[in-house]
């Protein structure tokens, strides 16, 4: 069974960090290696629809990130861990959503940056930032 569990969400004010993490587990992980895989972080405002955040190809050399969070935000990943991070540093009160892990088995070190190019996704976490 694929599971995508995803941690750290939480309150916290304007200007603070948090990490998140998601920790892959199940056979396309197992029989492709995690590190064959890209993986996503998007997020869901309250009222709008699920947007990108950011995204690491299987080499870690590639990374893209949504112009609202560049320079704010960054990805990372250790294979030997099946987990994927999202430090985010001084976060800002739009920053407030539920975010979403998802990953997806890459043929090349170029990510995916859709929602629907993703087949593996997480239950979400919360992260709200008070002004």
């Known amino acids: 069974q694929v599971q995508l569990v995803e941690s750290g969400g939480g309150l916290v004010q304007a200007g603070d960090s948090l990490r998140l993490s998601c920790a892959a587990s199940g056979p396309p992980f197992i029989r492709n290696n995690f590190n064959q895989n890209s993986m996503a972080w998007f997020r869901q405002p309250p009222g709008k629809e699920r947007e990108f955040v950011a995204v690491?190809?299987?080499?870690?050399?590639?990374?893209y990130y949504a112009d609202s969070v560049k320079g704010r935000f960054t990805i990372s990943r250790d294979n030997a861990k099946n987990t994927v991070y999202l430090q985010m540093d001084s976060l800002e009160p739009d920053d407030s959503a539920i975010y979403y892990c998802?990953?997806?088995?890459?043929?090349?070190?170029?990510?995916?940056?859709?929602?629907?190019?993703?087949?593996?996704w997480g239950q979400g976490t919360q992260v709200t930032v008070s002004s």
């Open positions: 998802a990953g997806q088995y890459s043929r090349t070190n170029t990510p995916p940056k859709g929602a629907g190019e993703f087949t593996y």
């Open positions: 690491i190809g299987r080499s870690s050399i590639v990374k």
